[in-house]
């Protein structure tokens, strides 16, 4: 069994901060990426940053230059840091990790429970 449990989220003003943060836990044999996607109401889900076991990050061109994504292999802990955030990101954000499972042969996607940002005045 895999869990991931986030923290973070909450109410913040236009231009203003959050950091978000989840940690994978359990039979964990390895982890290919971890990362966070969004979703905003009467939206699809929208990937917003990943983090490969190398290094290697990628992400939706609307948050370069605000979002900064870090990883912690030795705690399979995922951070996002936001900065400048604008009322446009305002969603449910979803942590992800591709996790290959003790006694498993390859690596599945696991999903966390979601942390509603809101960024509004």
């Known amino acids: 069994q895999v869990q991931l449990l986030e923290s973070g989220g909450g109410l913040v003003q236009p231009g203003g901060s959050l950091r978000l943060s989840c940690t994978a836990s359990?039979?964990?044999?390895?982890?290919?990426?971890m990362g966070w996607y969004r979703q905003a109401p009467g939206k699809q889900r929208e990937l917003v940053a990943r983090i490969f076991s190398g290094g290697v990050t990628n992400s939706a061109d609307s948050v370069k230059g605000r979002f900064s994504i870090s990883r912690d292999n030795a705690k399979n802990t995922v951070s996002l840091q936001m900065n400048s955030l604008k009322p446009e990101d305002t969603a449910v954000y979803y942590c992800?990790?591709?996790?290959?499972?003790?006694?498993?042969?390859?690596?599945?996607?696991?999903w966390g429970q979601g942390t509603q940002v809101t960024v509004s005045s």
């Open positions: 359990g039979s964990i044999l390895s982890i290919a990426s």
């Open positions: 992800n990790t591709q996790v290959r499972p003790v006694g498993s042969g390859f690596h599945r996607d696991y």
